[in-house]
């Protein structure tokens, strides 16, 4: 996955967004002559693989960027693991519940149930984007940073397609 951090802006657009565009263009015509339970599994295994590729570019990113981080920055790679690893299970436990319930009951009340879980997964990932932002420019700066530092590089992660394209040649300078 290492690999990963070397690419091209293009090449990391194409495997981690073009890709599963493709996939799913390609894909639907076939789909859409299938019983409504057999399209809703294959867009739930979809949509994790597409999930599980950004979210192991972002753990291969936030990984080594911390061994290249300075002393004095606060940054704790325990908690980045933890909250990458929460929100891998919980993607992999909610696609299977939703898998179930759209299937058998639509209409759940079940949804209230994982209703926290959900919000947690959401802080999991702005989480690790605040790791890899402040990260990102800790390293680039060789100094602890504070938000209005690093504030850009965490928008250009939350709109990862457009942010991309800024965010992998600072990443091969590093790196290479």
């Known amino acids: 996955m290492k ?22 263009i390609g894909t639907v015509p076939v789909f ?3 019983p409504i339970g057999i399209v809703i599994a294959y867009m739930i295994v979809f949509i994790l693989v597409t999930v599980f590729l950004l979210v192991g570019w972002a753990m291969t990113l936030g990984t080594n960027l911390h061994k290249k981080l300075p ?10 693991k933890f ?5 891998i299970g919980y ?3 909610f696609g299977a519940f939703m898998a179930y ?29 605040y790791f890899i932002s402040k990260a990102l420019v800790s390293v680039e700066k060789q100094e602890d940073v504070d938000y209005n530092q690093f504030g850009g590089v965490f928008l250009m992660l939350l709109f ?4 991309i394209w800024f965010l992998q040649p600072r990443i091969q300078k590093i790196f290479k």
């Open 3 to 24: 690999a990963l951090l070397r690419m091209n802006s293009w090449q990391i657009f194409l495997i981690l967004i073009g890709l599963p565009i493709l996939l799913e």
């Open 32 to 34: 859409l002559s299938q």
């Open 71 to 80: 002393k004095n920055t606060k940054l704790k790679i325990g908690l980045f």
């Open 83 to 87: 909250n990458i690893g929460y929100f």
């Open 91 to 93: 993607q992999l436990l």
């Open 101 to 129: 319930v759209m299937t058998t009951m639509p209409e759940s009340p079940l949804f209230l149930l994982i209703f926290p879980f959900h919000l947690y997964a959401m802080f999991c990932g702005l989480y690790a984007m």
């Open 160 to 163: 990862f397609p457009i942010g």
